[in-house]
């Protein structure tokens, strides 16, 4: 007889989110992104992190003071970063599990990429105009939001 306790698709997919989001060298927010086709197979992975040859060590990590020494001029958002890495994958009616509900920008990305659904965990910025921003264009797309409930399963990896 088959093993019954396997992780379901969302565990998994989130689980692999949240495995790839702990490569982000961000202090303060690590987040990570898998796409996923109709059929569930992954498509693309991403995390928050600088341009590449923009050296992690020479750029800024601070969240405060004047805008140019602020990661934030710089910093690649991990949903941005996982559809830039899927150039060869259409993604249209994919989905995205992201740890972190998109900002605005991102949501311009994934709405033109036609991504049709994005499976959230985290949505600390809620109140923000950005998240504001990015509900009402998700609405007007059609994109289909779901917050992702934790079932409390525990994944434990010797790496
Ligand atoms: O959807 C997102 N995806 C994403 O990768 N990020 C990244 C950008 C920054 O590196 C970090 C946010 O930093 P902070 O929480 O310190 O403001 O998370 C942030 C968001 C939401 O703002
Ligand atoms: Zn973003």
């Known amino acids: 007889m088959k093993r019954t306790d ?46 590449i040859g923009c050296s992690d060590d020479e750029m ?30 259409n993604l249209k009616g994919a989905r995205v599990y992201v740890t972190l509900f998109p900002c605005n920008e991102c949501t311009k990305a994934i709405i033109q990429s036609g991504i049709a659904e994005v499976v959230y965990y985290g949505d600390k910025y809620h109140d923000s105009d950005s998240s504001v921003a990015a509900r009402f264009m998700f609405k007007k797309a059609g994109v289909k939001l779901t917050a992702y409930t934790p079932t409390g399963r525990r994944a434990e990896l010797e790496l």
């Not at 961000?26 to 990570?32: A, E, K, L, T």
């Not at 601070?62 to 060869?88: F, Q, W």
């Open 6 to 51: 396997y992780i379901n698709w969302d565990e998994y997919f989130m689980g692999i989110a949240l495995l790839t989001a702990m490569r982000s060298k961000d202090p303060n927010s690590q987040v990570g992104a898998c796409i996923v086709s109709p059929e569930n197979k992954i498509l693309s992975l991403g995390y928050n992190g600088m341009p």
């Open 60 to 89: 800024p990590w601070e969240r405060e003071g004047d805008p140019l020494d602020t990661k934030y001029m710089y910093v690649c958002h991990a949903e941005l970063n996982a559809i830039l890495n899927s150039a060869h994958n």
